[in-house]
């Protein structure tokens, strides 16, 4: 990237950590994907403030021919909205490049969730693992883990960091950081409860060996556990049904509570989600109940 995409770049970053007060993840990933669009406009021999709608269009049709998901590229183009609105509004640019640039169809894109059945078979998956206390201890921490991933819809993230001090199980709840360092209660079930509070008794003092850690899952020795062990956990416990991540527990958990019957504004507490928007995919994943309502419910439904 020449200097002057790198000036461009580097100040709308710092204003995304200082005056947004976004995590370091979600600026790191606004960082890649502008970069990327950098590149592609350096080799049309423009700059960051010089680029033009065709610009932007060329840009996502290079995406999709390089089987970029619609995900993917509708991130893209959100990244370079936010960048250019910035520009505007600092007198850098003129026009917006990305106006009347529709998004890709993200409601298209189905989110994966798993069976109550298969979601039961990855926690069957933790027990029996107990050749030494510490390989039970382990299990025992794993099991924990897959039923608040699954109970409270979090992301991964907001797992490895979760607190000792965070967790309410007098009450029930727990309090995560999302993201932005938005803070929110979730509810914990009584399965996740009692996992947790089988994990604090025995596992966890196991897996500290006498040290001090302010975090609620440990790994050996007391450090923090990594995101890709919790990743390599969830495809371990997954292992004999269909490919599971630690976001498919999270659709799982927001699916089967519309199914249930949760309306979309609890699902976007639970799940922290910034915008309903975002929650309301999974009313496409629960068609079934939401034309049985409607049947059962409206006054026009059945009649001829």
Same mark, same amino acid.
């Given at each position: 990237m020449n200097a002057a995409n790198q000036r461009v770049l580097r100040r709308f970053l710092d204003y995304l950590k200082v005056e947004k007060g976004l995590a370091a993840l979600t600026v790191s990933a606004y960082e890649s994907d502008l970069s990327q669009f950098a590149g592609f406009l350096e080799a049309r021999r423009r700059e960051l403030p010089e680029a033009r709608r065709d610009d932007v269009r060329a840009f996502l049709s290079r995406l999709f021919s390089d089987d970029v998901k619609d995900r993917s590229v509708a991130r893209k183009l959100s990244a370079l909205r936010h960048l250019y609105k910035f520009l505007l509004l600092d007198r850098v640019v003129k026009h917006d490049p990305t106006l009347d640039i529709d998004s890709p169809r993200q409601w298209k894109i189905l989110p994966k969730s798993?069976?109550?059945?298969?979601?039961?078979?990855?926690?069957?998956?933790?027990?029996?693992? /107990?050749?030494?206390?510490?390989?039970?201890?382990?299990?025992?921490?794993?099991?924990?883990?897959?039923?608040?991933?699954?109970?409270?819809? =979090?992301?991964?993230?907001?797992?490895?960091?979760?607190?000792?001090?965070?967790?309410?199980?007098d009450m029930g709840h727990v309090l995560v950081r999302g993201k932005g360092d938005k803070e929110r209660i979730v509810p914990l079930g009584r399965a996740s409860q009692e996992a947790i509070r089988g994990y604090?008794?025995?596992?966890?003092?196991?897996?500290?060996?006498?040290?001090?850690?302010?975090?609620?899952?440990?790994?050996?020795? /007391?450090?923090r556990l990594s995101r890709q062990r919790v990743w390599q956990m969830v495809k371990a416990a997954s292992a004999a049904?269909?490919?599971?991540?630690?976001?498919?527990?999270?659709?799982?958990?927001?699916?089967?509570?519309?199914?249930?019957?949760?309306? =979309?504004?609890?699902?976007?507490?639970?799940l922290?989600?910034?915008?309903?928007?975002?929650?309301?995919?999974?009313?496409?994943?629960?068609?079934?109940?939401?034309?049985?309502?409607?049947?059962?419910?409206?006054?026009?439904?059945?009649?001829?």
């Amino acid at each position: 990237m020449n200097a002057a995409n790198q000036r461009v770049l580097r100040r709308f970053l710092d204003y995304l950590k200082v005056e947004k007060g976004l995590a370091a993840l979600t600026v790191s990933a606004y960082e890649s994907d502008l970069s990327q669009f950098a590149g592609f406009l350096e080799a049309r021999r423009r700059e960051l403030p010089e680029a033009r709608r065709d610009d932007v269009r060329a840009f996502l049709s290079r995406l999709f021919s390089d089987d970029v998901k619609d995900r993917s590229v509708a991130r893209k183009l959100s990244a370079l909205r936010h960048l250019y609105k910035f520009l505007l509004l600092d007198r850098v640019v003129k026009h917006d490049p990305t106006l009347d640039i529709d998004s890709p169809r993200q409601w298209k894109i189905l989110p994966k969730s798993l069976a109550g059945a298969e979601i039961d078979s990855m926690l069957a998956s933790t027990e029996g693992r /107990g050749d030494s206390a510490l390989a039970a201890a382990i299990a025992r921490r794993d099991r924990a883990m897959l039923e608040v991933l699954y109970a409270a819809g =979090l992301r991964v993230s907001e797992l490895v960091n979760m607190k000792l001090e965070d967790l309410k199980l007098d009450m029930g709840h727990v309090l995560v950081r999302g993201k932005g360092d938005k803070e929110r209660i979730v509810p914990l079930g009584r399965a996740s409860q009692e996992a947790i509070r089988g994990y604090l008794a025995e596992a966890r003092p196991a897996l500290l060996a006498g040290k001090v850690s302010p975090v609620l899952f440990v790994r050996r020795g /007391g450090g923090r556990l990594s995101r890709q062990r919790v990743w390599q956990m969830v495809k371990a416990a997954s292992a004999a049904g269909r490919h599971a991540s630690p976001h498919t527990l999270r659709h799982s958990c927001a699916t089967h509570m519309v199914e249930n019957g949760a309306d =979309l504004r609890t699902v976007q507490t639970i799940l922290g989600h910034a915008d309903i928007s975002t929650s309301q995919i999974y009313t496409h994943v629960a068609l079934d109940r939401l034309r049985n309502v409607y049947r059962s419910h409206h006054p026009r439904a059945k009649k001829v």
